[in-house]
């Protein structure tokens, strides 16, 4: 399965959830079920994120842009 950014308001604030999802379309439907906007595919999740340095911050915004 694929991972899709999806965000909801809520209580005067936009928050962010990850959407598992077989393709666009399917995550499309599961969004709407759901009540949240579709934003985007996540094209890689680094978990490490925060402790990565330059390279690998640009590595994964590039790789999440380029999907």
């Known amino acids: 399965m694929k991972q ?3 965000r909801y308001f809520y209580e005067g604030s936009w928050w962010g959830i990850n959407l598992s999802a ?3 379309a399917d995550a499309e439907a599961r969004a709407r079920t759901l009540g ?3 934003d985007s595919e996540i094209g890689a999740i680094d ?3 925060e402790d ?3 390279c690998g911050r640009l590595w994964t915004i590039l790789r999440n842009i380029t999907r």
């Open 4 to 6: 899709f950014a999806c």
């Open 36 to 38: 949240l906007q579709l």
């Open 22 to 24: 077989y393709d666009w």
């Open 47 to 49: 978990p490490a994120f």
């Open 52 to 54: 990565a340095g330059v």
